[in-house]
């Protein structure tokens, strides 16, 4: 965070979205201030908060990208949210805590990753082990059934079990009786010879025995733990006391049986290496890691903020759209809310929200609400120019995307200038004709421009096909020329 000034801020947005340098800049200097919060002394890093931003613009001109790229820039908890999917306490719908618990929820799995992939090369080479062993059970196994069929026949129990193949190696994609991983598990004194485990091992190693099943165990997943605490900010003392208690009840039974699952190697590979990093990994380190980032660099987009706004009504379905806002107010000045893994402080979070305000104005949210957005940004509609940039120069840019795709069967697509213009300027023309949806209108028209060839790319196979100003003339014709059925097109 250090060298992300304000500066290289808007340069790495600039890779991704196209114009709007206000918001980028509001964005830009909201993020740097946070870094040099943290270079302060304790006792007036306390008074410092977030300074939060409320983005006003038309839909598909940038707003939520700006907000999710600056948090992947940063690598912070970033959790979008619809103001519209919230009601006020009372009434049935989402409760506006349950944006803090996704914040806690996000920068746990973001921080549990991490934590993941520092341990990942000592939990496969566990995880090997395992595998290792499991399977020398079964060739113990044979061994054995190899000597009751000696004493049977009168063969030499040595050169039968030696014949007896194992698994994966001359058979492969064998698969064992059902019980005989239990009969594997309790004839552990029989092992087998040094010079047959390490046969196994090198089998291992080489992936030659990926299709061979076998019988694994793994340990049991709290999910209904996990369940047990999902509503608690919800439930009162005595509801969560009684659901606790009915869980405790049948904890000890539940954790002690373990997943028994007969799967291949390749797949008991994957299992057990997240069963041996699991364990490898402290998560009371982890939540609290968490949390504190989560409180310290989180940052919330609240999307359709403008849907919320307006003359109190009484009834109808925006009857909690005001009682929303004054649910908002604590969380987004400053309070502690209760989580499953304990209080969530929201003082140092970043709140950005963001609306088209067609039908209403800011002024028409509640004083309250308006104070907690001090820096307001207006981004542009965008024009023709802009949509013919977005089409080229962002690193993720549409026909970037779609040459990509379609180079999977030998289709060698380019656009060439006149082409993408002519895109754009469809685009354009759609957007003044019909709803005004910004970018994403280059989506339908990409899509209907391309459709043949999409649909028949494997005719196409080796061909260099070229898109023109003509060849997309050819497609969007049908659109143009048919005014009134264009406004039904995306």
Do not use: W
Not at 77 to 92: D, H, I, L, Q, R
Not at 222 to 229: G, R, T
Not at 262 to 284: F, G
């Amino acid at each position: 965070m250090e060298d992300l000034t304000p500066e290289a801020i808007v340069k790495e947005l600039d890779k991704y979205i196209i114009g709007q340098a206000e918001a980028k800049r509001a964005v830009a200097v909201a993020l740097r201030n946070r870094f040099r919060r943290k270079q302060l002394p304790d006792h007036v890093r306390k008074e410092i908060t977030p300074k939060n931003i409320l983005m006003i613009g038309p839909t598909g001109v940038g707003k939520t990208e700006i907000a999710r790229r600056v948090a992947r820039i940063i690598d912070a908890p970033f959790v979008k949210v619809e103001a519209t999917k919230f009601t006020e306490v009372g009434y049935v719908g989402r409760d506006v805590e349950s944006i803090v618990y996704e914040l806690a929820e996000t920068s746990i799995s973001m921080v549990h990753e991490r934590k993941m992939q520092e341990v990942l090369a000592k939990a496969e080479g566990l995880a090997q082990e395992r595998i290792l062993g499991y399977l020398c059970q079964q060739s113990a196994l044979l061994g054995q059934r190899a000597t009751r069929q000696a004493q049977q026949g009168g063969q030499g129990a040595q050169s039968i079990m030696m014949s007896a193949p194992l698994p994966g190696g001359p058979a492969t994609g064998c698969e064992f009786p059902r019980d005989d991983g239990a009969r594997a598990r309790r004839s552990k004194h029989f092992k087998p010879p040094a010079h047959q485990r390490k046969r196994v091992a090198e089998l291992l190693e080489s992936k030659q025995l990926e299709d061979a099943v076998i019988e694994i165990e793994l340990n049991p997943e709290m999910d209904a733990f996990d369940s047990v605490l999902e509503f608690s900010g919800s439930m009162s003392t005595e509801e969560m006391t009684e659901t606790f208690n009915e869980f405790m009840q049948n904890y000890n039974t539940y954790s002690s049986r373990k997943r028994v699952r007969r799967v291949s190697v390749r797949e008991a590979r994957r299992l057990l290496t997240r069963e041996e990093a699991n364990k490898l990994i402290d998560m009371d380190q982890v939540i609290d890691e968490a949390i504190r980032r989560a409180e310290e660099s989180g940052v919330v987009f609240i999307d359709e903020i403008d849907k919320i706004a307006g003359p109190k009504i009484e009834m109808g379905p925006d009857v909690s759209g005001e009682g929303v806002q004054r649910d908002l107010l604590p969380i987004i000045e400053g309070s502690s809310v209760m989580t499953r893994y304990g209080p969530f402080r929201t003082d140092h979070v970043l709140f950005i929200a963001a609306g088209a305000f067609h039908q209403c104005k800011p002024a028409d949210l509640i004083p309250e609400f308006q104070g907690r957005f001090p820096l307001r940004v207006e981004l542009k509609s965008l024009n023709t120019d802009d949509l013919e940039r977005i089409l080229i120069e962002p690193e993720n840019s549409l026909t970037k995307q779609y040459r990509a795709l379609l180079s999977t069967e030998e289709v060698d697509l380019a656009f060439t200038p006149d082409g993408v213009s002519e895109i754009a300027r469809m685009a354009a023309l759609m957007n003044s004709r019909a709803e005004n949806i910004g970018a994403r209108r280059l989506q339908t028209i990409m899509e209907r421009v391309l459709e043949d060839i999409s649909f028949g790319a494997d005719r196409h196979r080796g061909e260099h096909v070229a898109v023109n100003a003509a060849y997309v003339a050819e497609r969007m014709s049908s659109l143009v020329r048919d005014e009134d059925l264009s406004k039904y097109i995306l």
